[in-house]
């Protein structure tokens, strides 16, 4: 590995870049500024970009040694999650440290030391006159926020592209390089019911008078999934079943049982284990995140409340989904209470593996890490995947994090080897993607 990537990644990550819970604007900007800098050092254009009060975006352009090659775009975020309590971390958020052959640091993986190969090498390359393709560099601040910043800057930029690649995904396991080629959408709902004035009093009012919480039961009953984990069919409507390229590939990761065990969950019935990457890449699947209601009295609850997050399967629409949801929940209002219901959504994205980029990254994958790659859907949603497909480019999800990173946890870390592996594919990636045709507008 280069070391200049471990340092460069080391003064990052000292950059106190959070965006929840009202954010550190000063961190913000000085880790906007940092990816600019780094543009300019290396040769290129770059420039703080604002939209609206969203954080600044960092963008540039990165030339190729021949102005007629193909241009990637390439995306990442430098803002991250709140640290948390200071005391379950061993070693402090903002003050990186090596033990074990891991790099520990709120954001090690999610995703400056995801990202950071990408661009570090797309500079060094550049910078040493031998960029294979035009780079575009778009990193922006308010992924964890899911501010739109970006979204609105994709939407309106008119320069084109011929591949975007965004490195903010992972592998289930170490061995198994992965391009992330479905992502689930995902619809979030805030629930609050209301059925008195005030809580009542049960002796009183009990069997007599509406109970929230029996009413808050009554409308999650339904939509939650069946005892098989599965959803009713009305929530499933559009799915797009998985590619038999897909599916072989799956066989090359660690069995989906195991990835539930490792994790420390348990399979929603006897076999879901068996198809964890069908469930979880190609299926819809519904959550309650939180259910909040009563007191430990003898009340009759006047109020509850219920966080629930459904999970779009590549396919799906999700302005669909978020009306046959919602139809769903309002339909099993009793008279007499009200429902009031907040929501954001975003759509699922898929890409065929056998078009050109997906097959160029496929093979500059196979020559960086010597391992055949899987083609995965990922469980999350990345919303900025769906904008960039919107544009027409294709676009090539993959990196390098691993489940035992603890990404939005204390003690946050990265593998070295993710970095080393993360440093090869960028180099193998730009010079695999020098072959697509150039179309991109310049
Ligand atoms: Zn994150």
Redesign the pocket.
Known sequence: MDPRLLDDLIDWLRIPSVSTGGGDPAAIEQAAAWVVARIQAAGGTGELVRIGAGNPLAVGRLAARDPRAPTVLIYG?YD??GPGPAELWTSPPFDPEIRDGRLYARGAA??KGNFLPLFHVACAMAAAGELPVNVRVLVEGE??TNGDAVGAWVRDDTESADAAIVF?SGMPDPQTPVITVGLRGIVMLTLDVRTAERNLHSGMYGGSTLNALHVMNHLLAQVLPGPDGRLREELRAGILPPSPAEVESWKRLIPGAQAIADAGGRPVHKGAGAEYYERNGADAALDVNELIGGEPRTVVPAHAHATVSMRLAPGQDSEEMLAVLTGLLRAGVPDGAELELSSHRAPPALFDPSQPALQLAAEALRRACGREPAFLRTGGSIPIVAELAGKGFPVIVGGFGLPADA??AADESYELHSLEWGEAASRELYLALAQLPARAAR
Request: net charge negative; no cysteine; charged share 50%.
């Open positions: 975020h991250v999650q999610d995703d992924e964890e903010d990404i939005h």
